[in-house]
């Protein structure tokens, strides 16, 4: 009698069982690594847009304010630039004009803003006036400014990844307006 050669049907399963469990580990490992860099992304994201933000107010010859909005349980905010015109001391004159809204990548919101002090300088009325005088900014959001002396509003942003349940905080210190980005267990020393 002679014996064919090959696998039995027994060990066939067996490899299918193990090849399909790999794969499930495999997919579930990615949409981890995939939720954590979207959270890292967008912190990265809020990071590079604030530093410009920065270096756009300490360079600008006329003394214009630059500052950033960002409304908590969203995952939208906006950057926007704002003279004070030619009366320092009344807000009559100044306009405000969004530079940009900017939507958060991959299902990241705006968890909440911590400690951003009342902008001085800045009239709310203009914040929230509608364009083209004002930004048309809602009260709701939180805003952080950069002026032209080197200073910010400080404190932070906390972004969050609703499915992961992480979230990370971008920075900025009141004094340097340095902007750094922390993981949420760090964001207390801000």
């Known amino acids: 009698m002679q014996r064919e050669e090959g696998f039995t049907l027994i060990e066939l399963l067996v490899a299918m069982s193990l090849a399909a469990l790999l794969m499930t580990l495999g997919a579930f490992s990615l949409r981890q690594y995939w939720l954590v860099r979207s959270l890292k992304g967008a912190g990265g994201e809020v990071t590079a847009q604030l530093r410009s933000l920065q270096q756009r107010a300490a360079s600008e010859s006329s003394p214009l304010i630059f500052g950033a909005s960002f409304l908590p349980g969203t995952g939208t905010w906006s950057t926007f630039r704002y003279d004070l015109g030619d009366n320092r001391s009344d807000p009559a004159d100044d306009t405000c004009l969004v530079q940009g809204n900017q939507t958060l990548t991959t299902g990241v919101t705006v968890l909440s803003t911590s400690a951003f002090a009342a902008p001085s300088q800045v009239s709310p009325t203009v ?26 509003t ?37």
Request: net charge positive.
């Open 127 to 152: 914040l929230a006036a509608a364009p083209p005088s004002g930004c048309g900014i809602p009260s709701s959001a939180h805003v952080t400014v950069f002026y032209p002396k080197g200073t910010a």
């Open 154 to 190: 400080g404190g932070h942003v906390d972004l969050h990844q609703p499915s992961l349940g992480r979230s990370a905080a971008v920075c900025v210190s009141p004094l340097t307006a340095r902007v750094s980005q922390r993981t949420i267990a760090e964001s207390a020393s801000c």
